[in-house]
């Protein structure tokens, strides 16, 4: 006898998620440099004015691409992130206090992430032990003679990631390096939105080759592709 299984589709429009995203909300997004950034999901946050967020993500990229934008558009209110290099206007808003970052080493950052992902309230980490500016206001412990900083776990209201193809359930495969922080970012959102290139029908894809299952993605919806309009009107 056939076992009957029942088909979930998440595949959704970007108009019907737009009542997920509000002011003052936390937001994380996938990505490094840029690479990975979900432009059609990050477009559709500047069309619709929102601001005063909390962003965690890697980097804040570069002035006019993936999240760039949002701090260029000064979107951002506080920020987590790993370095702020790539863009002038981060840095800017830093120093005019207009923009409060917390930076962590790019290890301790994806750690904290995964911890969010995967219900740990924190992770032990030596980076920093020593340093009065870092150990400032945070906790310690000691473990075998060794001291560590006590890192909370980081989530969202909401995490955006993007990859190169996903099914109906959700289930992520990523493009070479445009993976990088995706797979965790997906993990610890309350509400994991996946904006992908290609939606294929159950059964494309390889068990074996599914980075982020299913199980962590609330809804799919198909990417409208990167606007590179500005790189023309630039030179």
């Given at each position: 006898?056939?076992?009957?299984?029942?088909?979930?589709?998440?595949?959704?429009?970007?108009?019907?998620?737009?009542?997920?995203?509000?002011?003052?909300?936390?937001?994380?997004?996938?990505?490094?440099?840029?690479?990975?950034?979900?432009p059609s999901?990050?477009?559709?946050?500047?069309?619709?004015?929102?601001?005063?967020?909390?962003?965690?993500?890697?980097?804040?990229?570069?002035?006019?691409?993936?999240?760039?934008?949002?701090?260029?558009?000064?979107?951002?209110?506080?920020?987590?992130?790993?370095?702020?290099?790539?863009?002038?206007?981060?840095?800017?808003?830093?120093?005019?206090?207009?923009?409060?970052?917390?930076?962590?080493?790019?290890?301790?950052?994806?750690?904290?992430?995964?911890?969010?992902?995967?219900?740990?309230?924190?992770?032990?980490v030596?980076?920093?032990?020593?340093?009065?500016?870092?150990?400032?206001?945070?906790?310690?412990?000691?473990?075998?003679?060794?001291?560590?900083?006590?890192?909370?776990?980081?989530?969202?209201?909401?995490?955006?990631?993007?990859?190169?193809k996903?099914?109906?359930?959700?289930?992520?495969?990523?493009?070479?390096?445009?993976?990088?922080?995706?797979?965790?970012?997906a993990?610890?959102?309350?509400?994991?939105?996946?904006?992908?290139?290609?939606?294929?029908?159950?059964?494309?894809?390889?068990?074996?080759?599914?980075?982020?299952?299913?199980?962590?993605?609330?809804?799919?919806?198909?990417?409208?592709?990167?606007?590179?309009?500005?790189?023309?009107?630039?030179?």
């Amino acid at each position: 006898m056939k076992r009957h299984i029942q088909e979930v589709n998440k595949g959704i429009s970007l108009e019907e998620l737009k009542s997920y995203f509000t002011s003052g909300m936390s937001l994380m997004v996938g990505g490094f440099g840029g690479v990975g950034n979900p432009p059609s999901l990050i477009k559709m946050i500047l069309n619709m004015n929102i601001e005063d967020l909390t962003l965690i993500c890697n980097d804040t990229g570069f002035p006019e691409i993936g999240v760039g934008q949002l701090i260029t558009d000064k979107r951002v209110s506080t920020l987590y992130a790993s370095h702020i290099g790539s863009n002038p206007n981060a840095g800017k808003q830093m120093t005019d206090e207009e923009l409060i970052v917390h930076f962590f080493p790019q290890g301790t950052l994806a750690e904290k992430i995964r911890a969010g992902g995967v219900g740990l309230g924190g992770v032990l980490v030596d980076a920093g032990v020593g340093n009065p500016f870092v150990e400032k206001g945070q906790q310690t412990t000691t473990i075998a003679g060794q001291t560590y900083l006590i890192e909370p776990a980081l989530t969202a209201d909401v995490s955006i990631v993007y990859a190169k193809k996903a099914d109906p359930y959700g289930n992520l495969i990523y493009d070479t390096s445009a993976r990088n922080t995706n797979p965790l970012v997906a993990m610890a959102g309350r509400i994991t939105i996946a904006e992908v290139e290609e939606i294929v029908p159950y059964g494309e894809i390889d068990p074996e080759e599914v980075v982020t299952s299913g199980v962590f993605v609330d809804y799919v919806v198909r990417s409208e592709g990167v606007d590179w309009t500005w790189a023309w009107e630039k030179k």
